[in-house]
């Protein structure tokens, strides 16, 4: 079984920044592709952003591009999510997700692509 936590979630001002971690815990595992999602209260969970571990690749929402930027420590099992440049909309929490298949052509922008989920960290970003 493989486990995902998430860490580096808070309360930060509008303007400020938070960096995510997602480590990956359980059995080794060479996970294809690594994501973020977001999911804020009487919303749909969305897609934040993805890194391709294959070429390392990395794909972006258009809210959030320019100022959030994914990456992976493959050495240890955790991708990361610098945040920049926080606004209130970006309230949420942050879930990551790991899918273990590569898939050709893909973003890995949706859910329902990834095997495992973390439980989540809150980002409460205040005006």
């Known amino acids: 079984q493989v486990q995902l936590v998430e860490s580096g979630g808070g309360l930060v001002q509008v303007g400020g920044s938070l960096r995510l971690s997602c480590a990956a815990s359980?059995?080794?595992?060479?996970?294809?592709?690594m994501g973020w999602f977001r999911q804020a209260p009487g919303k749909e969970r969305e897609f934040v952003a993805s890194?391709?571990?294959?070429?390392?690749?990395?794909y972006y929402a258009d809210s959030v591009k320019g100022r959030f930027t994914i990456s992976s420590d493959n050495a240890r099992n955790t991708v990361y999510l610098q945040m920049n440049s926080l606004k209130p909309e970006d309230t949420a929490v942050y879930y990551c997700a790991a899918r273990l298949a590569y898939r050709w052509g893909s973003t890995y922008n949706r859910p329902d692509e990834y095997d495992y989920w973390g439980q989540g960290t809150p980002v409460t970003v205040s005006s």
């Open positions: 359980g059995r080794a595992f060479s996970s294809a592709a």
């Open positions: 890194i391709s571990k294959s070429d390392d690749n990395t």
